[in-house]
């Protein structure tokens, strides 16, 4: 059966949340957003793209940074309302240098930044 992107389910924006995974070590990335149209796109070049909501326009994970996200996979959940895509990540994934953007967590009530994967 074909997949088209109009079937999933999205925010009044026209939005669906999509969490960037590691193909290899299956760590936790990153999250974003895309659209049917960015979805369509990463489908298409393999690249994943996002939708900026700040710039109001795609992003092409890696453009300026150079730190690409190499599609390996792409799913979506039971609800078809969240994406997972698997990624082949070239440097960090975070825009603060960090290999993820889920260094922090909370122990014992305090932040605590993390230095390992998760």
């Avoid at 793209?49 to 599609?71: D, N, P």
């Avoid at 039971?78 to 260094?103: I, K």
Wanted: proline residues 4%; glycine residues 6%; aromatic residues 10%.
């Amino acid at each position: 059966m074909p997949f088209d992107p109009a079937t999933l389910t999205y925010n009044d924006a026209g939005l669906i949340p999509a969490i960037a995974q590691d193909a290899t070590t299956r760590e936790v990335l990153m999250m974003a957003w895309m659209n049917a149209d960015s979805i369509r796109q990463t489908l298409e070049t393999g690249r994943v793209t996002y939708w900026s909501r700040s710039r109001q326009a795609f992003w092409i994970k890696g453009e300026t940074s150079g730190h690409v996200q190499e599609l390996v996979d792409f799913r979506f959940d039971c609800d078809s309302d969240c994406l997972l895509v698997l990624v082949n990540q070239t440097g960090p994934a975070c825009h603060t240098g960090r290999q993820s953007c889920f260094y922090r967590a909370v122990r014992d009530g305090d932040i605590a930044e993390l230095s390992e994967p998760i």
